[in-house]
C-alpha cells in the first residue's frame, strides 16, 4: 500500500503487515508487558509495553495513515489523548477553546487543569475572528470541535489554522464526529488532530480509546514522552479491536450518512418536531464550510419538540425500541442520548442554555440498521 491509494484502501491496509513469525494476516494481539534482552540494552525495538507494544504500533501506524499524518499516538480513552495536549502546556499558558465542546473535554479543562494554573479562555469558534482578539502572548493552544456535540456547529479549520500560523500557536482539532472518513483537519492546517475513538473508529461500541495523529516531529516526540511517563496506553487487546473497527470505517460511514440525511430530513417536516440539528441542511448556518471542508454530513443529529419540556422529550428517551437510551456515539447499533442529564450534564446549566443546548434537547446517533425501521421507530416514539 502507498499514499497514492484511495481512503478506502487504506483503510484495509493501513498498518497491516503479516506477522513476521508467523505470517498470520491480522495483527496478533501482543499480550505482553516486558520483552526479553539478549544482553543489556540489546533488544528489537521493544523494551516494556508502557512505551512499546506491536499491536498498538500496527495501530499508530494505521492512524497516521488515515489521518494523512505523519505520526500518531494512541491513548487509553480521548479524554487521555486530550489530556495529553494539555501537558504540552505550562502554568500561566492560555487555551482558546470552543464554547459548546464534549462535556467531558469542558470538565477536563475546568475542574482539573485549571487548577495547575492553565486558563481556557471559551469562545464561538463558528465565527473565526471571535478568536483573534483573545490571543495574547501568553495564548499557546487553539482548540476547536467540528461539528460540535451535540449542536453540530461548525467550525472553519483552514480559517482558524490561518489564525494559529499567523500567532504561531497549536491548533487540535476533537475530529471525533466526523472520523477521518469525511474530514482530515491535518490537510487544512492543523497540528494535532484528536479523536475519540470508542466512536465511529471503534464503531461497534465494545472498546474505550482516543488518539492523536500529527505531521511534526518536534510535536511527535513531545506526546510520545507525555504518553509514556504519564502512561495513559490502551491495551494490546483494545488495540487489536480499533484495528479490527477500521477496516469497515469505510462503509459503516457511508451508511451512516445515507441514514442520517433520510432521517434529518423526516424529522424536519415533522409536525411535532421544533429544530433540527444536522449540518448537511443548506439552511444550517454554516452549511458552506461543512460542504468544503467534509465529505459527508454523517450520522449525528440533536432535535427539539415543538413541546420543548423535558416531560416531552423523556417520554420520546423511553419509547424507541431500535435506539437504545445511552451515552456514546459512533457505533453500528443506533443511540438516543439526553444531552442535559446524561453527555453534558458536566456543563453547569447557565452555561449549557447560553450555547442553545436546551433542557429539552434530545441527541441521536444514527447506526446502520434499515433507516425505514429506524425512522418507523422515531415515529412511534414521537407520537
Ligand atoms: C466521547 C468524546 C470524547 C471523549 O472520548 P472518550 O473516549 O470517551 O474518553 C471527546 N470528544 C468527543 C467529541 C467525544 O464525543
Given at each position: 500500500?502507498?499514499?497514492?491509494?484511495?481512503?478506502a484502501?487504506?483503510?484495509?491496509?493501513?498498518?497491516?503487515?503479516?506477522d513476521?513469525?508467523?505470517?498470520?494476516?491480522m495483527?496478533?494481539?501482543?499480550?505482553?508487558?516486558?520483552?526479553?534482552?539478549?544482553?543489556?540494552?540489546?533488544?528489537?525495538?521493544?523494551?516494556?509495553?508502557?512505551?512499546?507494544?506491536?499491536?498498538?504500533?500496527?495501530?499508530?501506524?494505521a492512524?497516521?495513515i488515515?489521518?494523512?499524518?505523519?505520526?500518531?499516538?494512541?491513548?487509553?480513552?480521548g479524554?487521555a489523548?486530550t489530556?495529553?495536549?494539555?501537558?504540552?502546556?505550562?502554568?500561566?499558558?492560555e487555551?482558546?477553546?470552543?464554547?459548546?465542546?464534549?462535556?467531558?473535554?469542558?470538565?477536563?479543562?475546568?475542574?482539573?487543569?485549571?487548577?495547575?494554573g492553565?486558563?481556557?479562555?471559551?469562545?464561538?469558534?463558528t465565527?473565526?475572528?471571535?478568536?483573534?482578539?483573545?490571543?495574547?502572548?501568553?495564548?499557546?493552544?487553539i482548540?476547536i470541535?467540528?461539528?460540535?456535540?451535540?449542536?453540530?456547529?461548525?467550525?472553519?479549520?483552514?480559517?482558524?489554522s490561518?489564525?494559529?500560523?499567523?500567532h504561531?500557536?497549536i491548533?487540535c482539532?476533537d475530529?471525533?464526529?466526523?472520523?477521518?472518513?469525511?474530514?482530515?483537519?491535518?490537510?487544512?492546517?492543523?497540528?494535532?488532530?484528536?479523536?475519540?475513538?470508542?466512536k465511529?473508529?471503534?464503531?461497534?461500541?465494545?472498546?474505550?480509546?482516543?488518539?492523536?495523529?500529527?505531521?511534526?516531529?518536534?510535536?511527535?516526540?513531545?506526546?510520545?514522552?507525555?504518553?509514556?511517563?504519564?502512561?495513559?496506553?490502551?491495551?494490546?487487546?483494545?488495540?487489536?479491536?480499533?484495528?479490527?473497527?477500521?477496516?469497515?470505517?469505510?462503509?459503516?460511514?457511508?451508511a451512516?450518512?445515507?441514514?442520517?440525511?433520510?432521517?434529518?430530513?423526516?424529522?424536519?417536516?415533522?409536525?411535532?418536531?421544533?429544530?433540527v440539528?444536522?449540518?448537511?441542511?443548506?439552511?444550517?448556518?454554516n452549511?458552506?464550510i461543512?460542504?468544503?471542508?467534509?465529505?459527508g454530513?454523517?450520522?449525528?443529529m440533536?432535535?427539539?419538540?415543538?413541546?420543548d419540556?423535558?416531560?416531552?422529550?423523556?417520554?420520546?428517551?423511553?419509547?424507541?425500541?431500535?435506539?437504545?437510551?445511552?451515552?456514546?456515539?459512533?457505533?453500528v447499533?443506533?443511540?438516543?442520548?439526553?444531552?442535559?442529564?446524561?453527555?453534558h450534564a458536566?456543563?453547569?446549566?447557565?452555561?449549557?442554555?447560553?450555547?442553545?443546548l436546551?433542557?429539552?434537547?434530545?441527541?441521536?446517533s444514527?447506526?446502520?440498521?434499515?433507516?425505514?425501521?429506524?425512522?418507523?421507530?422515531?415515529?412511534?416514539?414521537?407520537?
Open positions: 500500500m502507498n499514499n497514492n491509494h484511495k481512503l484502501t487504506k483503510l484495509i491496509h493501513a498498518g497491516a503487515e503479516p513476521p513469525s508467523t505470517g498470520a494476516i495483527t496478533p494481539i501482543y499480550q505482553t508487558s516486558t520483552y526479553v534482552q539478549s544482553a543489556p540494552g540489546v533488544n528489537k525495538g521493544y523494551e516494556y509495553a508502557r512505551s512499546q507494544n506491536p499491536t498498538r504500533k500496527a495501530l499508530e501506524d492512524y497516521a488515515i489521518e494523512n499524518a505523519k505520526h500518531a499516538l494512541a491513548f487509553s480513552s479524554v489523548a489530556d495529553a495536549v494539555i501537558k504540552l502546556l505550562a502554568p500561566g499558558d487555551v482558546i477553546c470552543a464554547h459548546d465542546m464534549y462535556g467531558g473535554t469542558y470538565r477536563l479543562f475546568t475542574k482539573i487543569f485549571e487548577k495547575f492553565i486558563k481556557f479562555l471559551p469562545c464561538d469558534t465565527d473565526a475572528n471571535n478568536i483573534t482578539p483573545l490571543i495574547t502572548a501568553n495564548t499557546k493552544l482548540w470541535e467540528t461539528p460540535t456535540n451535540p449542536l453540530m456547529n461548525i467550525t472553519d479549520i483552514a480559517a482558524v490561518a489564525i494559529a500560523k499567523a504561531n500557536v491548533l482539532v475530529n471525533t464526529f466526523a472520523s477521518p472518513y469525511l474530514q482530515n483537519p491535518l490537510d487544512m492546517g492543523a497540528d494535532i488532530v484528536m479523536h475519540s475513538a470508542t465511529y473508529l471503534g464503531g461497534h461500541s465494545d472498546v474505550i480509546q482516543g488518539a492523536l495523529m500529527m505531521n511534526s516531529d518536534d510535536l511527535r516526540e513531545k506526546l510520545y514522552f507525555i504518553q509514556k511517563s504519564c502512561g495513559a496506553v490502551p491495551g494490546p487487546m483494545d488495540c487489536f479491536l480499533v484495528l479490527r473497527g477500521i477496516k469497515t470505517l469505510g462503509v459503516r460511514m457511508k451512516h450518512c445515507e441514514n442520517g440525511e433520510k432521517i434529518a430530513n423526516y424529522l424536519r417536516i415533522h409536525p411535532k418536531v421544533g429544530k440539528y444536522w449540518c448537511g441542511f443548506a439552511d444550517h448556518h452549511h458552506a461543512a460542504t468544503k471542508q467534509m465529505r454530513f454523517g450520522g449525528m440533536s432535535f427539539v419538540l415543538k413541546d419540556s423535558v416531560e416531552a422529550a423523556t417520554k420520546v428517551l423511553c419509547s424507541t425500541k431500535l435506539f437504545s437510551l445511552a451515552e456514546s456515539l459512533g457505533g447499533e443506533s443511540l438516543i442520548n439526553h444531552p442535559a442529564s446524561m453527555t458536566s456543563i453547569p446549566r447557565e452555561e449549557r442554555l447560553k450555547v442553545g436546551v433542557d429539552g434537547l434530545i441527541r441521536l444514527i447506526g446502520i440498521e434499515d433507516a425505514d425501521d429506524l425512522i418507523e421507530d422515531l415515529a412511534n416514539a414521537i407520537g
